[in-house]
């Protein structure tokens, strides 16, 4: 059974690969084999400002953001293998507006992750 983000709130702080409408964001592409891709993640995201493992294991990677002003949201990526896709959610934990950012975030990670 594949594993599946939580929904997005209604309010548009919140970014997911599994959403639809705004909230909708594509999922990071795998070339190669996943597991070392998920690895390769997982080292990018712990070396990256601002950004705290939660929990990491062979399909799943927890984090936190923290935002120039304080603020933390929650950053989760989802390994599913079998269609060398990598989904990700990342979502503000308060405010209604978070002014793009967590989109912004998630496009930079995925520069960052597709640049070998």
């Known amino acids: 059974m594949p594993l599946v983000l939580p929904a997005c709130p209604a ?3 919140c970014v997911s690969s599994q959403a639809t409408g705004s909230h909708y964001i594509e999922p990071f592409r795998i070339t190669g084999e996943p597991h070392d891709a998920f690895e390769r993640l997982r080292h990018l995201l712990s070396r990256r400002p601002k950004t705290t493992l939660i929990a990491a ?30 989904h990700v959610r990342s979502a503000a934990r308060l405010g209604y507006w978070d002014l793009g950012m967590n989109r912004r975030r998630m496009e930079e990670i995925r520069l960052s992750f597709e640049v070998k």
Do not use: K, Q, Y
């Open 11 to 13: 309010s548009p702080n």
């Open 57 to 86: 294991d062979d399909s799943t990677i927890r984090v936190e953001f923290r935002t120039a002003l304080g603020f933390v949201d929650d950053g989760l990526f989802l390994l599913d293998a079998e269609n060398s896709l990598i």
